[in-house]
């Protein structure tokens, strides 16, 4: 039994990917009339959401659902918002539109040769591949040692990126935000 | 690419020593296993569904695909959860759930609907060449690598293996718990909007005023 070379960087790109969080992609989506739209299949993590240049507000969604049930706590309903169920994105008030958003994606299949992550990304790709690579062959405790490693250096490529991320934003002026 | 679970499987299989331990059917019954717990417990796979209330009608089928619930919303309110087993005391609102019903409190006196979020049970897969469902990501199908093994070597016993096992087992827990947060968190930016929980005390007078009154 042999495991494809490939299916391995698959594997370890995309888990690479949702625990570091640094591959952005920008999209369009269309919002029917009631509201709801499908989100991208490669989304992680929504970031942002927009309708031209304005910010939709995010909803927890027990608060969008409590508002759908009745009218009990109907008091708030400013501007638009939304909020997610499932793999849908729904939006207050409703109406077609097309929104613009930012997400944190899931890298697209790579075939071991061609990586969408570099820098220390990629690195842990590569260390990732190894260690269940290890895992795998029978040599769990060196297997172990190397997800552990695995883990604490995800946890600071990911932190690097956030600091990063609040640098940038502190340039921007609070009116741009 | 491979199917999903084939990968799995052939990751289970390379280099094992114990080529028995991963035979196809005892494989993929211990993937419907992971598959299912790991759904249940992190509750990925969200559904909505509404409930018409009757009439003095308190009990209620729960969906076939019902793992666990998530919210329970009436007329603008999310209802709490209530004990079985203190659902019946007066002046208690909210919902329970037994068996594979739901129960609202007090026995609803008008029509009305409930809102019921839930977590749902993937559809089992069939074979070896089944998929996961979409909500279920990618980046999580390698717990059920950990699953297996954790399984099958408790199952076989020996200090190795129960060693083993137990870091297997750590592995696929902590998986869980990330697939949890992943879900729950997949729009990490949204704030209590219309219920803050500063709020809920005078939500909760507002729902029972007899206690309130007290």
């Not at chain 1, 989304?43 to 995010?58: C, Q, R, V």
């Not at chain 1, 697209?108 to 990586?115: I, N």
């Not at chain 1, 990732?128 to 172990?144: C, F, H, I, S, W």
Request: charged share 25%; glycine share 8%; aromatic share 12%.
């Amino acid at each position: 039994v042999a495991v494809a070379e490939s299916d391995r960087f698959v594997e370890a790109e995309t888990r690479v990917a949702v625990d570091t969080l640094v591959f952005e992609k920008k999209a369009t989506l269309d919002v029917d009339v009631d509201g709801f739209a499908t989100l991208p299949s490669d989304l992680i993590y929504l970031e942002g959401l927009y309708s031209e240049t304005t910010p939709l507000d995010p909803l927890l969604l027990e608060d969008y659902l409590a508002f759908l049930s009745g009218p009990g706590m109907s008091g708030y309903i400013g501007d638009s918002a939304y909020t997610i169920l499932g793999r849908q994105l729904r939006v207050i008030p409703t109406g077609a539109r097309t929104l613009t958003l930012f997400y944190w994606a899931r890298p697209p299949e790579t075939d071991g040769v061609t990586f969408t992550l570099s820098g220390p990304a990629l690195s842990l790709v590569r260390h990732l591949k190894l260690a269940y690579q290890e895992l795998d062959r029978g040599e769990p405790e060196v297997g172990a040692m190397e997800i552990a490693q695995y883990e604490l250096d995800a946890r600071r490529v990911r932190r690097r990126s956030r600091e990063k991320r609040a640098f940038h934003d502190s340039l921007r002026s609070p009116l741009a935000r | 690419m491979n199917t999903p679970l084939r990968y799995l499987l052939e990751r289970l299989r390379v280099g094992s020593v114990e080529p028995e331990l991963w035979g196809d059917d005892v494989v993929l019954g211990l993937f419907n296993e992971g598959y299912r717990d790991a759904c249940e417990r992190s509750a990925c796979l969200q559904a909505l569904t509404t409930i018409p209330l009757v009439i003095d009608t308190a009990e209620y089928a729960l969906p076939s695909d019902h793992a666990r619930t998530l919210g329970v919303f009436y007329n603008g309110f999310p209802l709490p959860e209530l004990n079985v087993s203190s659902a019946f005391w007066p002046e208690q609102t909210g919902f329970y759930g037994y068996d594979d019903l739901i129960g609202i409190a007090p026995t609803p006196a008008s029509d009305g609907t409930v809102y019921l979020l839930y977590g749902r049970y993937g559809t089992p897969f069939a074979d070896l060449d089944s998929t996961f469902e979409d909500g279920f990501p990618l980046e999580f199908y390698y717990l059920l690598v950990h699953y297996v093994r954790w399984r099958r070597w408790i199952e076989q016993g020996g200090a190795q293996h129960i060693t083993q096992s137990r870091w297997e087992r750590d592995q696929y827990d902590q998986g869980v718990g990330r697939l949890r947060r992943y879900a729950r968190t997949l729009d990490r930016s949204a704030e209590p909007r219309f219920i803050s929980p500063l709020e809920r005390p005078r939500l909760k007078a507002r729902l029972h005023p007899s206690v309130d009154a007290r």
